[in-house]
């Protein structure tokens, strides 16, 4: 078959710091995603309505134009997000970020914008949830029946698998469902508080850290590695803030594998040590690591949309 001649997707990984996006063939094996169709775009997630579905709809244009190139069509669009959101309807219900386009319906917003059909295919799943999918079957988490599937990035997303299908309710998972950890109470506000990039820029601020102009985790991680004591204490107290955190669900949902993703478990050398510590009477738990594909775990996930759906209850 010529490549011409085959459907495409669009799969989206719509993320707090960076937009992600490929196409990808969802008739071809689950795990090839084609390199020379990849990107990932710089995002703010503080920015205006106009500023992020700007970006949103120039990457969509792009896609749009690239299969064109080829010869080919795009059969559907597949968005990671971050939540809450309804993903049946496509209505972005963040305040914490993206406020800007809280209430904004993007499944709409992009139909309107490139002329789509009523029926065409636009599908969104939590980052999450698309993670935990992409790990599971092609990474780190490959081989477990169940699993806990944990991203850090601007927040803190959770995802959960029992043998082999994403899940929202069963026993140890927070009661909103298993997308919703980051809004579990903790410590007098919320799991997202204390767990979240802004958590742990403030913190190491309130420590004393004597970079107060653009710092972020990223740079904080880098001084760690560097050997700065307060730098190093604050990721020794993401890990224990994550054990414990952790603990109680994995003692109840008992999984036999953790994996972790999103920009800040790169860092995850750095916490790991205490987080296993807190964890280490979870009798279930034999693995606990860091993801193995940091850019395309949720494009996975986001292709299953068209070519695994069974794996979504």
């Not at 904004?104 to 309107?112: A, G, Q, S, Y």
């Not at 698998?161 to 298993?178: C, D, F, S, T, V």
């Not at 952790?246 to 994996?259: D, R, S």
Request: charge should be positive.
């Amino acid at each position: 078959m010529t490549e011409g001649k085959k459907n495409y997707i669009t799969a989206l990984d719509f993320g707090g710091s960076f937009l992600k996006w490929t196409l990808a063939n969802p008739g071809s094996p689950y795990s090839s995603i084609p390199r020379k169709y990849f990107s990932k775009i710089k995002m703010n997630s503080s920015g205006s309505k106009a500023e992020i579905l700007g970006v949103f709809l120039g990457v969509l244009e792009t896609a749009f134009q690239t299969a064109e190139s080829i010869k080919t069509r795009i059969m559907g669009i597949g968005i990671s997000t971050p939540g809450p959101f309804n993903l049946g309807k496509g209505i972005s219900l963040m305040k914490h970020k993206f406020a800007s386009i809280y209430g904004v319906n993007l499944k709409e917003e992009i139909k309107k914008h490139f002329s789509l059909e009523e029926n065409f295919p636009i599908k969104f799943i939590f980052d999450s949830t698309a993670f935990l999918t992409g790990e599971a079957f092609f990474g780190a988490a490959r081989s477990f029946n169940r699993i806990i599937g944990i991203t850090l990035g601007t927040g803190i997303g959770s995802a959960f698998m029992l043998n082999g299908k994403i899940i929202e309710k069963a026993k140890g998972l927070p009661p909103q469902g298993g997308s919703y950890l980051f809004l579990m109470p903790h410590e007098g506000g919320t799991v997202e508080d204390k767990i979240s990039r802004k958590a742990i820029i403030n913190r190491y601020i309130q420590m004393g850290g004597r970079f107060k102009e653009d710092i972020d985790v990223d740079k904080i991680s880098l001084l760690a590695d560097s050997g700065d004591l307060i730098s190093i204490e604050v990721f020794k107290e993401l890990g224990l803030n994550l054990g414990k955190i952790l603990k109680p669900i994995a003692l109840e949902f008992m999984p036999g594998c953790i994996v972790f993703g999103g920009a800040i478990s790169k860092a995850f050398h750095l916490f790991s040590r205490p987080l296993k510590k807190e964890l280490r009477n979870v009798a279930s738990l034999k693995k606990i690591t860091p993801c193995k594909f940091w850019d395309l775990s949720a494009l996975y996930g986001v292709i299953g949309l068209f070519s695994h759906e069974s794996l979504f209850l």
